[in-house]
């Protein structure tokens, strides 16, 4: 394994004097195997102590730090160097997003919206401790089970066209949250979430072009969570004109 | 200065800052809790814990088995009656997250499924695949936003703690989008900050692990216990020090050296069999386990990397099928990372800092001396882990005495607080008044990630797996060299928003104290026990170190250490006993 230098563009900003983004060239000094978080490291102790991004487990575990790298949302800690043959690599903050500051953005509006879907179990019986664990298959696990592995990177919304295009959209993580917590057999929350996640800007919103599914560093697979939402209200909708329907 | 005040005030939103910000909620929902964090919640490191949570569940086990289990695990330095309670309340809590929604791993009957860890009797370890801390950490946060009494202040970097006539009233933290300092004014605080795993240079432990809060508390007066007790894990990643969970070897896996061998019999852990063994080889503690790697070096049999000596992890026996039910996490970690795909290829692995068994010393209220101040998980020490933690109980710890340091805040808060003097605002401006100082120095000889390196570099050197009186007393002078020299660094980035060379300079203060109360703690324990082992001093000494050291904050210098007595009820002192004399089932 041998080193090699790379040219890391670095989408700069810093609200308090600069006038509008702009591109900063770093040409780095890597180990072969290096990720390019590690390359940002180096940029950070060795060149320049004002360089800004977020990073903490470095094992694409904490979501941290989703950036936009060679254009595509991704970890910067799962983003491999050996990936980038070409040496060059420019990095940005995630799209459609407000920048605070260099590769930082404004998380409040994904933040809101994580809370909004209730994402907690709200349950079908109480339960007391005394009672034990409420007993769960593992096949009733596996119904949900994939969409627990979200890291909350916002990998998704940086390529979500509809939420680049109107910001009121729930989104892709936190409705395939909403709709883990719904297809756990523990909860009987769904009617309580429906007035976010069946509203308007709710699932009906996504055009199911299925970027978000593709960028997914944990394999989490949210238009598919926005499509079975979907088919689930529709089959309710159905089913309301039924004799004894709740229409 | 904006105030901003709560009654309850919690440094940090990991899982011990969330858990006891859903206990003061459940307590009493009329009190207003303030939960601080310098990242969001979900970024917290417990999320990077892996193999699980240990509580009795199962009819083939008993809470007596748990209490021993982790009093010899902790060699005897655990205070019996913390123990006591944390085993008794842990199952509970386990199940607690279980209605909240944790994925928790099943049996086909519906039930929790249980998987052995090292240095346990029986399978006690509740888990969620290789996720659990992760699970746990977002099925915490995600309950928390169900109770309107908990303000998040996410990203906000807290610096000082605020004390008056011996209480602490609050903390002043920076808003780290705008760079404005605000105080916090409570009339309980809660320390949940995590470890300091970063104060050593190859870390399993995340970037935020920088030992903040310990050090906030240790300036504030309260002593930090049994310091000199620094994990390291046995499977680390060489390069990354990416954790390999424990699970790994509780599922099966083996340890060889570079001739194939299963080298942990020769070390008092034998003899192999080809399925685990509770308490047995691979299953053994890790404070062992990280020892036998070191003979192995001396003897020549490890194998040689660019990024030091390694060991091989063999799980190509578990199978496909298993390994990615089991350990998901470990196959993508290890095939993106070393490029060793776990179900073809031998996994390298070297001993790796983990965990800091010491920490703010606390009562089994989670309560420390300082009246007000509470502390829960890695960052506090309320000696249920003795001088060596076994694997899967600290995400236990976490909510025991997360939930403890809620209801403990809770019930201090509602007896009736005094309200704190003028000297409050006056603290408040002069810890402004210290971050101002880094602003306005100007450009000195010494930058921080360098100094940084120093001091890592002679912790590693010097209070690694062995240590002795020469290596400790030489990283101890580096300590002091590197924190006289870090007096006069100057801040690079003069801006407000996000300043992160700021945050970082404010951890590497915190890493220096931290490390100071670790070197000089291992220096004056002329034993050895558990994970601190000295070369010359290789026997146990009850006589004169069945103590708890205690670390107090000397601002011109180095730390004042005196000692405190073990807690001890029913388990008295004796040899540690591993392998075929344990007598452990088989864990297949």
């Keep these: ?102 590769l930082v953005v404004v998380l409040d509006d994904f933040v809101e919206k994580l809370e909004s879907v209730k994402p907690y179990i709200i349950p079908k019986e109480e339960r007391t401790v005394e009672q034990g664990e409420y007993l769960q298959t593992p096949a009733q696990l596996k119904a949900f089970k994939q969409y627990t592995l979200c890291i909350n990177c916002l990998c998704c919304y940086a390529v979500c066209p509809q939420y680049g295009l109107d910001e009121s959209f729930v989104g892709p993580a936190a409705l395939a949250l909403a709709h883990r917590y719904n297809m756990d057999s523990r909860d009987l929350g769904r009617a309580a979430r429906d007035d976010v996640v069946a509203a308007a800007e709710g699932i009906w919103h996504c055009s199911f072009v299925g970027a978000c599914s593709q960028v997914c560093p944990k394999d989490v697979d949210p238009a598919g969570a926005i499509q079975q939402a979907k088919f689930a209200h529709g089959i309710d909708y159905l089913t309301s004109f039924l004799p004894g329907g709740k229409r | 200065m904006q105030v901003i005040e709560a009654d309850v005030i919690i440094v940090g939103a990991g899982g011990a800052g969330l858990r006891t910000a859903i206990a003061v909620a459940e307590a009493d929902p009329k009190l207003s809790i303030a939960l601080l964090s310098k990242v969001y919640p979900m970024r917290s490191h417990t999320c990077a814990a892996e193999g699980g949570a240990a509580g009795v569940i199962k009819s083939n086990d008993n809470l007596e088995y748990h209490f021993h289990d982790t009093v010899s695990g902790g060699d005897w330095l655990t205070d019996q009656d913390a123990v006591d309670l944390f085993v008794n309340e842990i199952p509970k809590e386990l199940l607690r997250m279980e209605h909240w929604g944790c994925p928790w791993s099943r049996e086909t009957s519906g039930n929790v499924a249980v998987r052995p860890f090292g240095g346990m009797k029986i399978m006690r370890t509740w888990f969620a695949a290789d996720k659990t801390g992760f699970h746990m950490l977002h099925t915490l946060f995600q309950t928390s936003i169900k109770y309107p009494s908990v303000k998040r202040f996410d990203e906000y970097y807290t610096v000082d703690l605020l004390t008056d006539d011996g209480a602490c009233y609050g903390c002043t933290a920076i808003e780290m989008r705008t760079g404005q300092m605000r105080q916090f004014r409570g009339k309980a605080i809660v320390i949940c900050s995590g470890g300091a795993g970063k104060i050593f240079p190859f870390t399993t432990n995340g970037a935020v692990k920088t030992g903040d809060g310990m050090a906030m508390a240790y300036r504030a007066g309260v002593p930090l216990k049994d310091m000199e007790f620094v994990q390291y894990h046995p499977t680390g990643l060489p390069g990354s020090g990416i954790l390999l969970t424990e699970a790994c070897r509780g599922e099966g896996g083996y340890l060889v050296n570079k001739d194939g061998y299963r080298y942990l019999q020769d070390y008092g852990l034998g003899p192999e069999t080809p399925t685990p063994v509770l308490k047995a080889m691979e ?18 049999r490890t194998i040689p990397t660019k990024w030091g000596d390694v060991v091989h992890l063999d799980l190509r026996h578990l199978g496909e099928k298993k390994i990615d039910e089991r350990l998901p996490l470990i196959r993508e970690l290890s095939a993106k990372y070393v490029d060793s795909d776990p179900v073809t290829t031998l996994v390298p692995v070297r001993p790796v800092v983990h965990y800091m068994m010491g ?18 998980g890695e960052c506090a020490c309320v000696s249920i882990n003795g001088a060596n933690r076994l694997g899967s109980n600290s995400l236990g710890e976490l909510l025991v005495f997360g939930a403890r340091a809620g209801r403990g805040a809770a019930e201090y808060v509602k007896k009736g607080v005094r309200a704190p003097g003028e000297r409050l605002d006056a603290l408040a401006a002069d810890s402004e008044a210290r971050v101002k100082a880094w602003f306005q120095r100007t450009q000195a000889s010494d930058r921080v990630p360098a100094l940084k390196k120093r001091l890592t570099t002679a912790m590693e050197d010097g209070c690694g797996i062995y240590r002795d009186e020469a290596t400790i007393k030489a990283a101890c002078d580096i300590i002091v060299d590197v924190r006289e020299r870090f007096k006069n660094v100057a801040l690079e980035d003069k801006s407000s928003v996000y300043n992160t060379d700021l945050y970082q300079t404010l951890e590497m203060d915190a890493m220096i104290e931290v490390a100071q109360a670790v070197a000089v703690s291992a220096l004056q324990r002329r034993e050895s026990r558990g994970a601190h082992q000295r070369l010359d001093h290789v026997k146990r000494d009850d006589e004169a170190f069945l103590k708890h050291s205690m670390a107090h904050y000397n601002p011109n210098g180095e730390p004042r250490i005196d000692y405190l007595d073990v807690v001890i009820t029913k388990s008295k002192p004796a040899e540690r006993v591993y392998g075929a004399r344990a007598g452990g089932q088989s864990a297949a």
């Design chain 1, 1 to 102: 394994m041998s080193e090699r230098t790379i040219e890391l563009e670095v989408l700069r900003y810093r609200p308090e004097q600069d006038q509008e983004p702009f591109f900063q060239t770093y040409k780095v000094p890597c180990e072969e195997e290096w990720v390019v978080l590690d390359a940002l490291n180096y940029v950070k102790e060795e060149m320049d102590r004002t360089l800004s991004y977020r990073w903490s487990c470095h094992m694409f575990v904490c979501g941290s730090c989703g950036m936009m790298i060679d254009g595509e949302p991704k970890l910067a800690c799962k983003a491999f160097l050996k990936d980038y043959p070409t040496g060059k690599i420019r990095v940005e903050p995630l799209s459609n997003f407000p920048i605070e500051r260099d």
């Design chain 2, 283 to 300: 299953l053994g503690p890790r404070d062992q386990l990280s020892q036998a790697f070191w003979h192995e070096q001396k003897k020549g």
């Design chain 2, 359 to 376: 920490g703010i010393h606390t009562d089994i209220h989670a309560a420390t001396p300082l009246k007000g101040l509470y502390a829960a």
